[in-house]
């Protein structure tokens, strides 16, 4: 009864900030759900249990802000040296919630992605995977996608052994080429990674497309994380100047080229890159 008395005074979800800039693409560390679990006296699985309870909101918070796409890191390459329950425990969790969620997901215009290897899971997780993805392939409100396991550089490292089979000289690899190589192609880079826990790292997430991503860390464990994190790290990054190695219009002591070349010698005087 408490409860329910609770559920029906809760205070209506406020609006979105209304902010400067909003990024095209935000990629989260889903992290704390084992010391969520800890300081609780409960085993670790239950704490990422309970970090999928607040996905369908912070999902819908980031489309009503109008995020088109939305990147989850929900389980690493090395996460496999896990002890074996765990890991049995996580590839379930992920299970249940494509139960659960696809069909609300679907609904609500979402697109579902993956990024990392599907060939290590079981064949029917792989099924329902592909099955999810399938039937959301023609939203277009928000892309989902799921990092699961996922590693930024067995990602650069499938890609480097695919542009060599496939033969291409290497006068031909540019930037654009090797991004069409990577598990992200067709995805935009990030503009936003947010950590969750406290955790000042990458942990081996994005490391090609995060490049000049815009960092956002919150002592928040993810199971806790919610609406008014999500508002606090979208205004901090609406603050943040954005210059990828250039100067913004108001910094310059000269004028810049319209064409962006200055005439500056790329690799220094002598030739030797600075």
């Not at 704490?47 to 929900?74: C, K, M, Q, S, W």
């Not at 979402?110 to 997780?125: E, F, K, T």
């Not at 993810?222 to 790290?233: N, R, S, T, V, Y």
């Amino acid at each position: 009864m408490a409860t329910a008395l609770r559920t029906l005074h809760q205070a209506p979800t406020p609006p979105p900030l209304p902010l400067s800039q909003i990024p095209d693409h935000v990629a989260i560390i889903m992290d704390g759900n084992g010391r969520w679990a800890r300081i609780r006296g409960r085993p670790r699985l239950a704490g990422h249990r309970a970090g999928t309870e607040n996905l369908r909101h912070i999902i819908e918070r980031f489309a009503d802000y109008g995020v088109r796409h939305l990147t989850l890191y929900a389980f690493s390459t090395e996460n496999w040296n896990r002890p074996r329950r765990e890991v049995r425990g996580l590839m379930a969790i992920l299970s249940q919630v494509i139960k659960r969620e696809t069909k609300h997901l679907h609904g609500n215009g979402i697109r579902l992605l993956h990024i990392g290897d599907l060939s290590a899971l079981d064949p029917r997780l792989q099924r329902q995977v592909r099955e999810a993805i399938e039937l959301t392939r023609d939203n277009d409100r928000m892309t989902l996608a799921i990092a699961f396991n996922y590693g930024g550089r067995a990602e650069i490292v499938d890609a480097v052994r695919r542009i060599v089979t496939h033969g291409i000289p290497p006068e031909q690899i540019d930037e654009h080429l090797f991004a069409a190589y990577l598990s992200t192609a067709g995805l935009p880079d990030p503009d936003l990674i947010i950590r969750t826990a406290g955790e000042m790292r990458l942990s081996n997430f994005l490391l090609w497309q995060g490049a000049y991503a815009e960092f956002c860390t919150t002592p928040v464990y993810w199971p806790d994380f919610d609406i008014h994190d999500i508002d606090e790290a979208l205004l901090a990054y609406s603050q943040r100047k954005r210059r990828f190695g250039g100067l913004l219009p108001d910094e310059t002591d000269y004028p810049t080229p319209r064409n962006s070349k200055n005439g500056a010698r790329p690799q220094g005087r002598n030739g030797r890159k600075t």
